[in-house]
């Protein structure tokens, strides 16, 4: 009897230990468990105006802005799938990581686009050199050869093609799209928490910018206490800018391998963005109906009449045929896409592991053959006459397109063939130049948990 005593007594003091110890231990997520509303550092209050008036939001996690679907990310392989055709050897396969992001979830419409302009319109005015610059370049349409003049009059504003893809976009104007896109939404979102109330009489001089609310250029909605209430980035309202995906995050979301993934095993690499190595479907209720809007074979674009392939003569809906494992539609087909990278045949030999991203650093030019990567060399730095460069480097103009403003296309087109639709593969295009075959998406930087997205 006394042993069963003590022993409980041992026990219950064992316990009382652990309670004790576990009362100062630190959260689950790893910071300090505190006092709520107090500082765990200094031990003053927060959001209290007796105390300094410390502000700190709730916690809250990023919310994805409208047409963006979450992109958990990984490891995989970039890089080429199959045989390169044409034998240009820029795309040895290797290891990266990518962080998660969001991506939107088809290429942006023609009335996605007809909204920027409507909206720069508004602002100012038609004849304005900016509303100019951003159209889309219709004659991208125009063929000697082919008769396409329907398509140059009427397919950016036609309602029919409202859900088709826009095109006759460079890369310049999809990046100005996204920056004006990220604007529209942050002030959406300050209106809709009454932050902001709307104004609907801006003008070149005073409409909404993002970075020009964060500075205090416009006047915040009156509080109770007669102050503005204003967001601020530590709010958590406010989202991160719309931009081009890079040419990573573009491959890696565009073949969705958390569809194809065991635990950490990836059980068979992909070709497309689909499972298997073929471009029909293997669903017993579509069995033999092509993924993707693409060209057959020579002359032959959509099928014949009465049992049509692909049914896409030029781009289909931005909705079309069947998404991916991400959720994304036409990662493969209907238009290939803009991605944030400058082009170069070697970028797979130098490149970081993590976010790859060649871009254009001001100062920073890589040796990889283009003029601006020759003109200084490995001693010195010494700028090199003209006779001494030209030998080391492409001739530019003549035998090659590529320099510090051409930039990576990636995917496969209505007007491309089948090897084409490997989202390894790319190809380039000076980013001021457009076609018919080329559109695009946008992304945005994912802040916070990635396993509460």
């Not at 944030?340 to 970028?347: A, F, K, M």
Request: charged fraction near 20%; proline fraction near 4%.
């Amino acid at each position: 009897m006394h042993k069963k005593l003590r022993l409980s007594a041992i026990l219950a003091v064992f316990c009382l230990g652990i309670l004790l110890v576990s009362c100062g231990s630190t959260s689950k997520k790893g910071g300090k468990s505190g006092k709520a509303g107090k500082s765990n550092t200094t031990g003053w209050n927060y959001n209290d105006p007796n105390y300094g008036g410390f502000t700190v939001a709730n916690a809250k996690e990023q919310k994805p802005g409208p047409g963006l679907v979450a992109i958990e990310g990984g490891t995989f392989t970039m890089g080429a799938t199959q045989e390169n055709v044409f034998y240009e050897w820029d795309n040895t396969p290797r290891q990266v990581s990518v962080s998660s992001f969001f991506m939107d979830q088809t290429e942006v419409s023609n009335l996605d686009y007809l909204e920027y302009i409507y909206w720069l319109t508004r602002i100012y005015g038609s004849e304005d050199s900016l509303v100019i610059n951003a159209l889309p370049d219709t004659l991208v349409w125009r063929n000697s050869m082919s008769y396409n003049e329907p398509m140059v009059e009427i397919y950016f504003r036609h309602p029919a093609y409202a859900d088709y893809p826009v095109v006759g976009v460079s890369w310049k104007q999809a990046n100005d799209y996204a920056l004006w896109r990220s604007d529209r939404v942050n002030e959406m979102l300050l209106i809709e928490a009454g932050m902001l109330d709307f104004d609907p009489n801006q003008n070149a001089e005073s409409h909404f910018t993002t970075d020009g609310y964060l500075s205090g250029e416009y006047v915040g909605v009156a509080g109770k206490n007669g102050k503005d209430k204003r967001a601020r980035m530590e709010d958590g309202i406010l989202l991160p800018k719309y931009r081009l995906p890079t040419e990573a995050e573009w491959e890696y979301a565009a073949l969705a391998l958390i569809g194809n993934t065991q635990g950490e095993s990836v059980r068979d690499g992909k070709v497309y963005p689909w499972k298997g190595d073929g471009l029909r479907s293997q669903d017993k209720n579509y069995m033999g109906n092509f993924m993707a809007n693409f060209k057959r074979g020579k002359g032959d674009y959509m099928g014949v009449a009465g049992s049509l392939n692909d049914g896409a003569a030029f781009p289909a809906p931005v909705v079309s045929y069947w998404p991916n494992d991400f959720g994304l539609y036409n990662m493969a087909g209907n238009v290939s896409e803009w991605v944030l990278d400058v082009y170069r045949p070697l970028s797979f030999e130098d490149f970081s592991d993590q976010n790859p991203f060649r871009g254009t650093a001001e100062g920073i030019n890589y040796k990889d053959g283009d003029y601006m990567s020759t003109i200084q060399n490995d001693w010195g730095n010494r700028e090199l006459e003209q006779s001494e460069y030209t030998s080391q480097m492409y001739d530019y103009g003549k035998t090659t397109l590529i320099s510090d403003h051409s930039r990576v296309v990636k995917g496969g087109s209505w007007a491309d063939g089948p090897y084409y639709l490997s989202p390894s593969v790319r190809r380039y295009l000076d980013e001021n130049e457009c076609s018919a075959t080329i559109g695009f998406r946008c992304a945005m930087n994912m802040i916070g948990t990635v396993a509460n997205k």
